[in-house]
């Protein structure tokens, strides 16, 4: 898990932090606490609040969301939570039409279209999915060895993994538009398949079986 903090709008990173993933929950908020005193700031003094809200482990959004939201509510601050799809499409800094795909595990990968830093789609989605949602135009963006691994026929860009920095950029713009999110309602993004797709699998798998035999 990774921390930043940036000041003023020419946007320099003034502290990072890096937490390791066992000791993230008990460290987060004391580790933001430190990074605060280093840069001589309050809580109630900043602009904003910016999390990054998944895809990725439960457990790291779940614990990095929580504490976004306690942050923002007790010092009276605006919440941005942002995905890391759209991190990882604003890496390559392409106008254009961008496929960001994460590694999902079980075979499946995490999926966004952006164009022009809108999102136009997320989802859940199997290796032949994700071939099938690429084809056609656009740059296809990854940050890990395994998605390239899982998608052998694609043309992928690889990118260093977004840092906590990575987020800012975005969430000045953000910002600057008026664009913030309510922390009574904000949710993680786990990308979850939703009931009737999973009824779906289970329905065509069954199928296959029958074939089968």
């Known amino acids: 898990m990774a921390l930043a903090a940036v000041e ?10 890096v937490l390791p993933g066992r000791s993230a929950s008990e460290r987060l908020v004391p580790e933001i606490r430190r990074l605060l005193e280093g840069a001589g700031w309050r809580l109630a003094e900043l602009a904003a609040v910016v999390v990054v809200h998944g895809p990725g482990s439960f457990t790291g959004v779940r614990v990095g969301l929580s504490a976004a939201k306690g942050l923002s509510e007790a ?4 919440l941005i939570a942002v995905s890391r799809l759209a991190l990882l499409a ?15 595990g079980r075979g499946e990968f995490y999926y966004g279209a952006y164009e ?3 999102c136009l789609r997320e989802a859940l989605l199997t290796g032949a999915e994700v071939a099938a949602a690429v084809v056609g135009s656009g740059v ?7 998605v390239a691994e899982g998608l052998p026929g694609l043309k992928i ?12 950029s975005i969430a000045l713009e953000r910002l600057e538009r008026g664009e913030v999110d309510d922390a009574a309602v904000v949710d993680a ?3 979850r398949r939703t009931d009737f797709e999973i009824q779906q699998r289970l ?11």
């Open 203 to 213: 329905e065509s798998r069954a199928a296959m079986g029958r074939g089968a035999e």
């Open 157 to 168: 860009s690889m990118v260093p993994e977004p840092v906590a920095a990575s987020a800012l």
């Open 140 to 146: 296809v963006v990854a940050c890990e060895a395994k």
């Open 189 to 191: 993004n786990y990308l």
């Open 116 to 118: 022009g830093g809108r």
């Open 8 to 17: 003023g709008g020419d946007r320099t990173v003034v502290a990072e932090g």
């Open 90 to 104: 604003n890496a390559v800094g392409e106008a254009g039409l961008v496929h960001a795909v994460l590694d999902a």
């Open 75 to 78: 010092g009276g601050v605006a």
